[in-house]
């Protein structure tokens, strides 16, 4: 099994704690880059065991077929991680095509 990111995901990941720390929901930037470091550990740990839904018509913009994943990261906040599958070399792929969180589409789940 491996988990792999779209180069365009990897770029929000990058962007993600410097948006955090901007934003001012981590009063430290060092704080904000291990909040999306651990995140992201978690996603590559835990996503071939986590609860797959299928992901609604209105996220076809990031690719077809897709299932997500939740991954709550604190009371208040929930990411979402859209995927697809496939087999290489017998091996499970899990390709990550989007990532986004309960502030910005909840209300599209």
Not at 19 to 36: D, P, R
Not at 74 to 98: C, D, P, S
């Amino acid at each position: 099994m491996r988990v792999v990111f779209l180069p365009k995901v990897e770029d929000y990941l990058v962007e993600l704690s410097e948006i955090l720390y901007q934003k001012e929901y981590f009063g430290f930037k060092e704080s904000a880059v291990i909040y999306v470091t651990k995140l992201v550990q978690d996603i590559k740990m835990t996503l071939h065991k986590r609860l797959k839904k299928p992901a609604p018509r209105y996220f076809n913009r990031y690719g077809e077929g897709m299932n997500y994943a939740t991954f709550r990261k604190g009371k208040a906040t929930q990411w979402y991680v859209f995927f697809t599958t496939y087999k290489e070399k017998g091996e499970i792929v899990y390709l990550v095509r989007y990532i986004s969180n309960n502030h910005v589409s909840a209300q599209f789940l």
